[in-house]
């Protein structure tokens, strides 16, 4: 099944076979999952997830377009073991997709975080329907992640309303690159910490080349 030249591809496309094939390979790389010892699958089995997912869109014909979503989810680090955080992401994949979606999840060491890759069937296996992400999907897949978070106490990142990063800032926060929120972020923290007054710490900005502006709001 984790081979696509003796994959059954009758009325698939090569294209989509690869690319299915690539995904899966990616989120079940061995190095980042420990020899694949945290690999799970909804409605399907690690080992037979890819062609089960071919199956369905070739049941419902349905093999064009986008062949599978890619999702992330992180922790912070030193805060979560691998167990744990393979857990939260069964649980999160199995309430936001279970119902009616094959999905992988894929739980990644290979990062000071600790993170899990989702590759979601675009097809329903119920009904065949595909799945068309939206904004909503984003939203409702950030609670149920922060909630299952803050029922093992742990953290989650607080956005306030209208301040939410944009998709290539939360993938390189999510891939444990550097943005300019978490350098701003981490200046932030660094000037708490070497500052007694609040003097201090608008000076200690400034040094580092930072600017403050004001502004006088009416009611």
């Known amino acids: 099944a984790a081979n696509p030249d003796k994959t059954d591809g009758k009325n698939f496309e090569e294209g989509a076979i690869k690319a299915l094939h690539n995904v899966m390979e990616y989120a079940s790389d061995d190095y980042k999952t420990e020899e694949r010892i945290y690999v799970s699958a909804v409605n399907a ?9 071919q199956q369905t869109k070739m ?6 377009g986008i062949v599978a979503f890619h999702a992330i989810q992180s922790f912070k680090p030193g805060e979560v073991t691998p167990k744990l955080a393979h857990e939260i992401g069964k649980r999160l994949a199995e309430e936001m997709w279970g119902d009616r979606f094959e999905v992988v999840i894929a739980t990644h060491l290979n990062k000071e975080h600790i993170h899990n890759h989702f590759v979601i069937n675009t097809v329903s296996h119920i009904d065949g329907i595909k799945f068309h992400r939206t904004e909503g999907d984003y939203k409702r897949m950030q609670e149920v992640s922060d ?3 803050r029922e093992h ?5 607080r956005h306030p309303e209208g301040k939410r990063m944009n998709y290539s800032e939360w993938s390189a926060e999510a ?12 200046d932030i923290d660094r000037a708490i910490a070497a500052s007694v007054t609040e003097r201090d710490f608008d000076d200690l900005l400034e040094s580092w080349g930072y600017e403050f502006k004001f502004y006088s709001v009416s009611g």
């Open 175 to 186: 891939n444990g690159k550097p943005t300019n929120r978490s350098l701003i972020r981490a």
């Open 147 to 149: 909630r299952l978070c």
């Open 59 to 64: 049941q419902f014909r349905k093999t064009d």
């Open 153 to 157: 106490g742990l953290s989650v990142i």
């Open 45 to 53: 089995t690690p080992e037979t997830a890819r062609q089960k997912m």
